[in-house]
C-alpha cells in the first residue's frame, strides 16, 4: 500500500520557521519526483516547491523561492521543506506527494499538515 504522510506543521508567528517531513512507503521512492503543493480552502491547491528523483535539483514557486528549501533523503525514504521566513499568506495546508513525470498531476497524494503563520 502507498502511503505518504506530511507532517511537522503547526502555528508560527510570521519570520518563524517550520520543517515539513513526508515519510513515504509503499513504492520505488527513487523512481519519483517529489512535490510540495498547499491548498487553502476554497481555492485551488497549487505547487510549492518539487525535487528531481536522481539528482536532486530542485525547483521553487516564485513567492517561496530564497525563503524554503526543498530536500530528500533517498535511503529513508523522505523528504523535507524547510520553511524559513514565513509569512501569513503561507497559511495553508500542505500536502506531499510523488510524481513519475516532474511539473504533471501527481501519482500519489499524502495527508496535509496544517501549517498557519499569525501576524
Known amino acids: 500500500e502507498v502511503q505518504l504522510q506530511a507532517y511537522g506543521g503547526g502555528l508560527v508567528k510570521a519570520g518563524g520557521s517550520l520543517r515539513l517531513s513526508c515519510a513515504t512507503s509503499g513504492f520505488t521512492f527513487e523512481d519519483y519526483h517529489i512535490g510540495w503543493y498547499r491548498q487553502v480552502s476554497g481555492n485551488q491547491r497549487e505547487t510549492v516547491s518539487c525535487i528531481t528523483n536522481r539528482d536532486g535539483a530542485e525547483h521553487y514557486d516564485d513567492s517561496v523561492r530564497g525563503r524554503f528549501i526543498i530536500s530528500r533523503d533517498n535511503a529513508k525514504k523522505m523528504a523535507y521543506l524547510q520553511m524559513n521566513n514565513l509569512k501569513p499568506e503561507d497559511t495553508a495546508v500542505y500536502y506531499c506527494?510523488?510524481?513519475?513525470?516532474?511539473?504533471?498531476?501527481?501519482?500519489?497524494w499524502g495527508q496535509g499538515t496544517q501549517v498557519t503563520v499569525s501576524s
Open positions: 506527494a510523488a510524481l513519475k513525470r516532474l511539473f504533471n498531476t501527481a501519482d500519489y
